[in-house]
């Protein structure tokens, strides 16, 4: 399926990361909310401008907002897990603005192909990601405190995103603002500024905003929450914030 040639076309937004565990699929859920929110339709009949797409088989995205009542999902979404010809559609339809793509992680299927080899391999995971990616306007990749998720990280930018002229945003994720807390003399927060260096060391756009670690975003798919629903005060205000202020970054960065 050659590129979408539409310059009218939804703007596809993609969580990408090699290793599970990210944060791929709450910020994906999360940004959808937002960037509905935003963008409700013209009448209540109409389709959302928004979509999300679930293409991870493990199904974290469509689970999700199945537990979030109708009324309070601004986003239609769909779910490939990994079936062919849908994105592209999507991407097609007039109604739809916006869609945010969450990604299963992948390893490369042959241990073997040459190092530039494109990793991505020939298997149907593989063409179900090359379809997103052909699609893709701008891939949002996760950076956490841990260091084992790292070189997963520099490895889908370096050999996924960058090869195919991806334009991409990192997102540090699962900050821990309470145990990290401002140095006194210079106001730096150590941990945070590691991650910064660490895209700065490599020429890594990253958004300005980290999304903190706050316990509510582990609970809000169980409890059917999104976002835009946690309470407007104390730690929720604040893991609200963050979203909101990378949901600018990332329109700033379309
Ligand atoms: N900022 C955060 N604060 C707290 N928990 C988070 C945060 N981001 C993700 N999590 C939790 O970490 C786990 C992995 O996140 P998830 O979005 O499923 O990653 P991925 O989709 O990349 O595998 C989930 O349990 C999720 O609720
Ligand atoms: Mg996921």
Same mark, same amino acid.
């Given at each position: 399926?050659?590129?979408?040639?539409?310059?009218?076309?939804?703007?596809?937004?993609?969580?990408?990361?090699?290793?599970?565990?990210? /944060?791929?699929? &709450?910020?994906?859920?999360?940004?959808?909310?937002?960037?509905g929110e935003n963008n409700p339709p013209?009448?209540?009949?109409? *389709? +959302?401008?928004?979509? #999300?797409?679930?293409?991870?088989?493990?199904?974290?995205?469509?689970?999700?907002?199945?537990?979030?009542?109708? #009324?309070?999902?601004?986003?239609? %979404?769909?779910?490939?897990?990994?079936?062919?010809?849908?994105?592209?559609?999507?991407?097609?339809?007039?109604? !739809?603005?916006?869609? %945010?793509?969450? &990604? *299963?992680?992948?390893?490369?299927?042959?241990?073997?192909?040459? @190092?530039?080899?494109? *990793?991505? /391999?020939?298997?149907?995971?593989?063409?179900?990601?090359?379809?997103?990616?052909?699609?893709?306007?701008?891939?949002?990749?996760?950076?956490?405190?841990?260091?084992?998720?790292?070189?997963? #990280?520099?490895?889908?930018?370096?050999?996924? @995103?960058?090869?195919?002229?991806?334009?991409? @945003?990192?997102?540090?994720?699962?900050?821990?603002?309470?145990?990290?807390? *401002?140095?006194?003399? &210079? /106001?730096l927060c150590k941990e945070l500024e590691?991650?910064?260096?660490? +895209?700065?060391?490599?020429? %890594?756009?990253?958004?300005?905003?980290a999304i903190r670690r706050y316990k509510?975003?582990?609970?809000?798919?169980?409890?059917?929450?999104? !976002?835009?629903?946690?309470?407007?005060?104390?730690?929720?205000?604040?893991?609200?914030?963050?979203?909101?202020?990378?949901? @600018?970054? !990332?329109?700033? #960065?379309?």
């Amino acid at each position: 399926m050659p590129p979408a040639q539409n310059a009218d076309r939804a703007k596809v937004i993609t969580l990408i990361h090699r290793k599970g565990g990210a /944060g791929k699929s &709450t910020i994906a859920v999360n940004l959808a909310a937002v960037s509905g929110e935003n963008n409700p339709p013209a009448s209540p009949d109409d *389709p +959302c401008p928004v979509a #999300a797409a679930g293409t991870d088989p493990q199904g974290s995205l469509e689970d999700w907002a199945a537990r979030v009542p109708e #009324a309070r999902l601004p986003f239609d %979404y769909i779910i490939t897990k990994g079936r062919l010809g849908e994105i592209p559609e999507l991407v097609q339809d007039p109604a !739809v603005r916006r869609l %945010y793509v969450d &990604t *299963p992680g992948f390893m490369e299927t042959d241990p073997d192909a040459d @190092l530039d080899a494109d *990793p991505l /391999g020939t298997g149907p995971a593989a063409k179900a990601m090359e379809e997103v990616l052909e699609h893709t306007d701008l891939a949002l990749v996760p950076l956490t405190p841990d260091w084992l998720t790292h070189r997963p #990280a520099e490895f889908t930018i370096e050999r996924i @995103l960058k090869p195919r002229g991806i334009k991409f @945003l990192v997102v540090v994720n699962m900050w821990d603002s309470g145990s990290d807390r *401002p140095d006194k003399d &210079t /106001g730096l927060c150590k941990e945070l500024e590691e991650l910064r260096d660490w +895209c700065r060391q490599r020429e %890594y756009p990253f958004a300005a905003q980290a999304i903190r670690r706050y316990k509510i975003h582990a609970k809000a798919p169980k409890e059917g929450l999104t !976002v835009i629903d946690y309470a407007e005060s104390g730690t929720a205000l604040r893991a609200r914030e963050d979203v909101y202020k990378l949901a @600018l970054a !990332v329109e700033q #960065a379309l």
